[in-house]
């Protein structure tokens, strides 16, 4: 079946510092969706990518869509404490498999 | 509000017995999904529909049934039968759009979770 695998599985940064997690999948993707978890909280959605190659931008965070629609990154820009939380990553494949399959985090801490 | 209701926060339950986990939304969304959080396993899909009336297992559905009575419930049990159900329970819903010949998921809404304890 398909598999989504997401590295690093965690991620400690300076305040300030850039951070990047990426996505790849076993199978070529119809979308990839980004999705940020606090600490003892719940996945709240970020994004949506659709197209080969798709940047979208949220302020400091970067998205990218690989040109094979099969690996996708999130970049954020000078971290900051507000950041801190697991970021997933969740590939739509199309036709009759059209549920999300989730990539396992990214957990982010920022030291201050 | 519109959104995803999900009680108990906390349930503890005895080992052998049956727990019913609620999960009610008024987003109007066709969809709703059960996934299981255990630490570094990230979410995993016991259970998902996309109408009512009907629903398809995931990848974990051993010891588990649902229903869909209802476009605004889709109540989980956690029977005697899964050996390791202490975990943590997301409910989602989603819009499923039909276009292009496929079938598309727009972002999933969550609800706060359940927390689960055999004791």
């Known amino acids: 079946g398909q598999q989504v695998m997401q590295i690093p599985q965690y991620q400690h940064v300076q305040e300030g510092e850039d951070f990047t997690t990426y996505c790849n999948s076993s199978t070529t993707l119809s979308n990839i969706q980004w999705y940020k978890q606090r600490p003892g909280g719940h996945p709240v959605f970020l994004i949506q990518?659709?197209?080969?190659?798709e940047v979208k931008k949220q302020k400091r965070l970067t998205f990218q869509f690989g040109e094979a629609k099969k690996n996708s990154s999130l970049h954020i820009t000078a971290t900051q404490t507000t950041d801190v939380g697991t970021y997933f990553c969740?590939?739509?494949?199309?036709?009759?498999?059209?549920?999300?399959?989730f990539g396992k985090g990214t957990l982010l801490t920022v030291n201050p | 509000d519109g959104g995803i209701t999900q009680s108990p926060k906390y349930l503890f339950r005895k080992e052998g017995q049956n727990v019913t986990l609620s999960c009610e939304q008024n987003l109007n969304h066709d969809a709703m999904y059960w996934y299981r959080q255990d630490p570094g396993q990230g979410l995993r899909l016991i259970y998902y529909?996309?109408?009512?009336?009907?629903?398809q297992k995931g990848d974990i559905a051993e010891g588990y049934s649902v229903s869909r009575e209802k476009k605004e419930s889709f109540p989980l049990t956690v029977t005697s039968a899964q050996k390791n159900p202490t975990a943590f329970y997301l409910c989602?819903?989603?819009?499923?759009?039909?276009?292009?010949?496929?079938?598309?998921?727009?972002?999933?809404?969550f609800g706060s979770g359940t927390r689960l304890t055999v004791v």
């Open positions: 529909s996309q109408i009512v009336n009907d629903f």
């Open positions: 969740a590939g739509l494949s199309g036709g009759s498999n059209y549920k999300l399959t």
């Open positions: 989602a819903s989603s819009i499923s759009v039909r276009g292009w010949g496929q079938l598309w998921d727009y972002g999933y809404t």
């Open positions: 990518l659709v197209k080969s190659g």
